[in-house]
């Protein structure tokens, strides 16, 4: 069974930093690229991030390009995303997704099937 | 940044009712639309992707049909089970976007 267990999520201060984890089972996690898919309290879904299998391509949202850099150990099956100079407005449920096959030269259609269960973020003073 | 645009944003339906939502792109996307649904408290769950295939274990009352910038997200018979929040999401390019979100309600 596919499973999708996030960690690290808690209060920080404006202008603090918070490391999230993704620990992965039940697949070839190499294989699959990665996603972060955030969720403001009462609001709808807003991908923030995602990582190839081999982890040699990102991309990222607007809302949290230079500030947010997502990673992954595939040794340790595990993703990240380190969060800095966070906001306000970060504050969310922080989901991660697995994401499309990919293969040695190219990532293949995109879904995100399952998600974890999400951790909570909230960045207030 | 390619706009998802669902419609409506909240139903109202009864048991038994046919529900269609439908999601709009502000660009040509081909099929590269995925549909999600989301209860209260819990993580999304795919239904639907690349527009019209039925992921693994979801019910066959749900179908998705378009391409290009027009979907629809069809149920045909709801069940008190299918009472939640259903979103749309381009994987065409990224940023992925995901539509505003409908709430479907119990008349």
């Known amino acids: 069974e596919v499973q999708l267990v996030e960690s690290g999520g808690g209060l920080v201060q404006p202008g603090g930093s918070l490391r999230l984890s993704c620990a992965a089972s039940g697949f070839t996690f190499s294989s699959y690229a990665m996603s972060w898919v955030r969720q403001a309290p009462g609001k709808g879904l807003e991908w923030v991030s995602d990582i190839s299998g081999s982890g040699g391509s990102t991309h990222y949202a607007d809302s949290v390009k230079g500030r947010f850099t997502i990673s992954r150990d595939n040794s340790k099956n595990t993703l990240y995303l380190q969060m800095k100079s966070l906001r306000p407005e970060d504050t969310a449920v922080y989901y991660c997704?697995?994401?499309?096959?990919?293969?040695?030269?190219?990532?293949?259609?995109?879904?995100?099937?399952?998600w974890g269960q999400g951790t909570l973020v909230t960045v207030s003073s | 940044d390619i706009q998802m645009t669902q419609s409506p944003s909240s139903l109202s339906a009864s048991v038994g009712d046919r529900v269609t939502i439908t999601c709009r792109a502000s660009q040509s996307i081909s099929t590269y639309l995925n549909w999600y649904q989301q209860k209260p408290g819990k993580a999304p769950k795919l239904l639907i992707y690349?527009?019209?295939s039925l992921q693994s274990g979801v019910p066959s009352r749900f179908s998705g049909s378009g391409s290009g910038t027009d979907f629809t997200l069809t149920i045909s018979s709801l069940q008190p089970e299918d009472f939640a929040t259903y979103y749309c999401?381009?994987?065409?390019?990224?940023?992925?976007?995901f539509g505003q979100g409908t709430m479907l309600e119990i008349k």
């Open positions: 997704a697995k994401d499309s096959y990919c293969s040695s030269s190219s990532c293949y259609d995109s879904w995100f099937d399952p």
């Open positions: 999401q381009q994987s065409y390019s990224t940023p992925y976007t």
């Open positions: 690349v527009a019209s």
